[in-house]
């Protein structure tokens, strides 16, 4: 099982809990960027969408993109859904014709998602501050046909209006694919979001899920989004039938229309991200970069990674993402999820006790 | 959109609905074959995974796998569960080093995947009746590495008895892929499944799901099975995260355990394929071949699929399954699945008129 254990993300509870003989139950996981709330009606949506399990799920899912479509206000056969992001991501791969560059630190499926489809990658790297330095894009245009970036950025936090890329990869031809599966979190997304140029740049794909915002990993939604008709046929070409379960497809009736839900949610978290920011810059021996979504990474002065995530673990039953496998960062990093506000100040007071030390 | 419409599956309930005006939902689908009995506590199982949405799956599924380990009497390390069968079948693909044999009438699946990732077809043919002619394959052995057998096979019904093959494989040092989705419909199922061959032959791996037997294709949950580490390496390495949602993932601790829906089904499909043979017989128009699991092929002999699939359609509301555009079948064939008594009543009546006049 070596292959396996390599994935390497956070979201290790249960291989962490066997380690350390520890109940999963109790876990505490910061190590999951996802929203903490979920959509409130969701076992009244869930048990809705029950008698669907008989069925199998719509191949070409119509019923499901309409849905999306409408939540994004994009043309239904623009979009594409997935098995989460990660299919999508996984999908993108095939519609390539050449390196791909993306810039680290970041999300590893891209990259191993390239490799396991034999792609050269072109690595870049975001500036000391983690910003993007458009650049350090120029002086590397010629070597690569397609660029990821992850907006905002996972693990950094970061977001960057990415505009002037786009126009970039537009002038040289080239395909830029932009994961925005963290940018529902944002305050002002619409400042930040590249959507509303689908229509008119063929050379967009953008990838979004409701794994992170609606707080539902375990359901396994994600979905492409292109006006680039080529690219299209080719994920579908090469698209597995029946990726997309029936409560992923049913629950996109309801979630979408929360929008209650959707506010609170982003009320919340344009809150709580100061809250922390200003909580975490309290506390001794670590560097807080800013966010401006549900996640932070911090970048420890005294300790190493792997020390801190095993004290966390052992003494507090926190589990954190230990952030020193992503490219382009060490053993210093760590990355920990905007939780609820109880569980928030259950990590602030582990982390003062734990660093301070 | 054109390479979606190329899948041509069954269950497009959805696209012939909508193409004839119909409401989907008074739609009688006999072209899934799947059993039409769920679990009947399905409801609190799915009730009692939704807190699990919140969390990604465990990317190793140890728990999933024991579960279907303890079911199977297997070694759980040997199981690799996937987004139903499909995943499955597009992951053995990467482990092959050489064409593949398929024998058709089959699954189409097989054939889509091998083509998508580059490996050659050796096309080979059940006999006049649908069965398996070992000599077909001995005659073109030095074509391929690999052999995939549907046992009992879709769209035909047929089963056969393989462990010769098995061996004959063995002794070529070629892989046998079985795809044993339909086996737990046949009454003396432990005469034909290769599952107490795995620990043995290493060159054996069987895939099966719990989407037919269990009537929950809308779940997606399927797994493969050897005791051949390289080829379980290979999967692994290739496998995209979280493919398999935690509904999947927790309904295993109960649907393997309701024995008694487990005999009720089993017993139920033993009385029903005789009705249904039975009943069928005393049609004009028609050659009924043996079936052994939850569906029956049938060659028209004076009408044509599609007409007979328009005419169902429109008249009673029943959707069949065109069988014409499986390899080595024309248009003369449609499949219909076992339902419940009721339905299955309905059906023998329509195609009755249908066939009669």
């Known amino acids: 099982m070596d292959e396996k254990t390599k994935l390497g993300h956070g979201a290790d509870v249960v291989s962490m809990a066997l380690k350390y003989g520890k109940n999963e139950h109790n876990i505490i996981d910061f190590s999951s960027n996802i929203n903490p709330y979920i959509p409130k009606n969701i076992d009244k949506y869930i048990l809705d969408s029950i008698r669907n399990c008989k069925n199998y799920p719509d191949v070409e899912y119509i019923s499901l993109r309409k849905d999306i479509g409408n939540y994004l206000n994009i043309n239904y056969e623009y979009i594409i859904p997935g098995n989460g992001a990660t299919e999508i991501i996984y999908l993108i ?14 999300f590893s499926e891209y990259e191993r998602s390239a490799k396991l489809n034999n792609i050269e990658i072109v690595d870049l790297y975001f500036d000391r501050n983690f910003k993007l330095d458009i650049n350090s894009i120029k002086n590397k245009i010629d070597e690569f046909k397609a660029l990821f970036i992850c907006n905002p950025n996972n693990p950094t936090g970061n977001i960057d209006d990415i505009t002037e890329v786009l126009d970039l990869m537009k002038k040289h031809n080239k395909l830029l694919i932009v994961d925005e599966t963290f940018m529902e979190f944002v305050h002002n997304q619409s400042k930040y979001t590249l959507l509303s140029f689908i229509n008119e740049y063929k050379n967009l794909f953008i990838i979004k899920a409701i794994t992170k915002f609606f707080g539902l990993p375990g359901i396994r939604l994600g979905y492409g989004v292109t006006s680039n008709k080529e690219i299209l046929n080719t994920l579908w070409k090469f698209k597995e039938p029946w990726t997309v379960n029936t409560f992923a497809e049913n629950i996109c009736k309801y ?32 560097l807080v970069y800013n966010t401006q979504t549900d996640f932070i990474l911090l970048k420890l002065l005294k300790h190493n ?27 210093s990093y760590i990355r920990i999820a905007i939780k609820d506000r109880k569980n928030n100040e259950i990590i602030l007071d582990a982390l003062k006790k734990v660093l301070g030390e």
């Open 93 to 106: 791969m095939k519609a390539l014709n050449g390196p791909l560059a993306i810039i680290n630190p970041t």
């Open 255 to 286: 979630i979408f229309n929360d929008k209650d839900y959707i506010q609170m949610t982003r009320n919340y978290f344009k809150e709580e991200i100061d809250f922390m920011m200003n909580k975490l810059s309290k506390i001794n021996n670590i």
């Open 305 to 331: 990674s792997s020390y801190v995530k095993e004290k966390l673990f052992l003494e507090n039953n926190i589990l954190i993402r230990d952030a020193s496998n992503f490219k382009g960062l060490d053993e």
